[in-house]
Nanobody, 124 residues
Framework: QVQLVESGGGLVQAGGSLRLSCVASGRTISNRGMGWFRQAPGKEREFVATITWSGGTTYYADSVKGRFTISRDNSKNTVYLQMNSLKPEETALYYC?????????????????WGQGTQVTVSS
């Protein structure tokens, strides 16, 4: 089992930045692709970014390209999401997820483990 705990969310003004962290425990995540998803009230969960197990390749939703950066430190079993130029419509609960071994995907059903989420609120 992999347990994931997100942190770093909060209230920020439009145009501001936040850095989310996701710490894994139980098992190593160094052999798993990792992803960030978000869900706003009344909306479906949506893909934000993913990173391969080695950290060599990243993929982003079109809406966040150029503003968000996903990274990982396998020595710390931790994944990060740097979010810049935040917009009010990006207010949501942000989730970290661990994918299947040596795989990467933008589909939520390809992930085996999920954290509880961290709230990001962007004020206008």
């Amino acid at each position: 089992q992999v347990q994931l705990v997100e942190s770093g969310g909060g209230l920020v003004q439009a145009g501001g930045s936040l850095r989310l962290s996701c710490v894994a425990s139980g098992r190593t995540i160094s052999n798993r692709g990792m992803g960030w998803f978000r869900q706003a009230p009344g909306k479906e969960r949506e893909f934000v970014a993913t990173i391969t197990w080695s950290g060599g390749t990243t993929y982003y939703a079109d809406s966040v390209k150029g503003r968000f950066t996903i990274s990982r430190d396998n020595s710390k079993n931790t994944v990060y999401l740097q979010m810049n130029s935040l917009k009010p419509e990006e207010t949501a609960l942000y989730y970290c997820a661990a994918g299947r071994l040596y795989s990467t995907s933008g589909a939520a059903n390809a992930y085996d483990y999920w954290g509880q989420g961290t709230q990001v609120t962007v004020s206008s």
